[in-house]
């Protein structure tokens, strides 16, 4: 099989309206996990970090940097009337999302009527994702976000991508948010989205001088809206 792909470079038409749009983050190696946006056929599509060879997903450009760099992290928002137009599903036309085959860990019954877990991949999952939606919408747009603000999944018990780094990322925001209003804090803070949902609202908030509570919990305090 042949991958005619390019590397997607970004010119949003912010004045044609978007049939589809997507949230992208620039992955921190060539190696990392995550679906990468791409440019095929003039059209913006997104290939799955398991569906094309890792030596074409994780090249790299002269200076070392991911040449598909553009992380899909699956946050889209999508026009009602081309989601109308997704769903016409009748013989003479198809619809437009493909399967995937995903290889996963699948519990199974053994002879004598036990659910055993594997320890390693042992069935094919098929898998439909919205994303392949953007190579059939128009003028669809990308929006580069910060890592540190939006992104912080969680993947795995422990280690990288895990709850433990989503929650200090998320702790982490929160100290940057108080240091750019001019809060000095040593407490472990997270700030409720239903008080503020960006960094630039929050410091307006402070400005201002909206009231809020502070609820404390077992290992720091959340900001939340004042009753």
């Given amino acids: ?6 590397p997607l470079f970004i010119g949003l038409h912010a004045s044609k309206k978007s049939e589809m749009s997507s949230k992208a983050v620039v992955k ?26 890792r030596e074409i997903l ?47 860990k699948v519990p199974f019954l053994d002879p004598a009527g036990h659910t055993q877990m594997p320890d390693k991949p042992n069935a094919i999952k098929a ?16 929006q580069i976000i910060s890592r540190d603000e939006q992104f912080a999944p969680i993947k795995n018990a422990k280690g990288e991508d895990s709850i433990a780094t ?25 700030i409720s989205p239903l008080f ?5 609202y929050f410091i307006e908030e402070c400005r201002k001088r909206t009231p809020f509570n502070i609820e404390k919990k077992t290992n720091g305090v959340v900001l939340v809206p004042q009753d």
């Avoid at 009337?81 to 599903?89: D, P, R």
């Avoid at 898998?127 to 990308?142: K, P, Y």
């Fill in 196 to 200: 503020a949902p960006t960094k630039e």
């Fill in 166 to 190: 989503s929650r200090q990322l998320l702790l982490d925001r929160g100290k940057s948010w108080l240091n750019a209003a001019g809060i000095k804090s040593d407490e472990k803070i997270e």
């Fill in 58 to 104: 994780q090249s790299t450009d002269e200076g070392g940097q991911a040449l598909f760099n553009l992380g899909n992290i699956a946050i889209h928002m999508i026009n009602r009337s081309f989601v109308k137009k997704l769903s016409i599903n009748s013989n003479d036309r198809p619809s437009y999302l493909p399967y995937h085959p995903a290889h996963k």
């Fill in 1 to 6: 099989m042949v991958y005619c792909l390019d």
């Fill in 127 to 142: 898998e439909m994702f919205v994303f392949d939606s953007l190579s059939v919408a128009q003028n669809g747009q990308i």
């Fill in 28 to 53: 921190k190696n060539p190696q990392e996990k995550v679906g990468v946006f791409v440019k095929k056929q003039n059209r913006i599509q997104v290939v799955e970090y398991s569906d094309a060879p």
